[in-house]
């Protein structure tokens, strides 16, 4: 069985779904509250976050100077903070959040029902 699937949005931009976890589940076990966990896929770095409410995907690099943001943390306010300058950027919306001047995250769709989990890149 194929773990990704390819499907084109109304805007014509095309969206392939890869299959992170077989179930909800497995991935709320694999990721504590505030985790933030990085994946390859497709040559791109892909960190995955869980808060209490929800799971948030977005483009592993930071928007600033590119450092990794899985090596930085999630504020109680539902915000990643890069480790290297400490921006803030929005797991919500991807706005950055200290009022520097500086790109929003990249932030991909996540979704889950019987077939699995799924990071649509
Ligand atoms: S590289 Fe992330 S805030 Fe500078």
Redesign the pocket.
Known sequence: MPNSLTFQTSSMASITWHKLYPSVAEAETDLKPRMIKRFVIEDLKVALVRTESSFYAFREA?P????SLHKGLVNAWDEVV?P????RFSLRTGEEQSGKNCSDLTQYLVKYDEKGFFVGV
């Open positions: 930071c600033h100077l590119g450092e890069c290297l300058h400490f921006y």
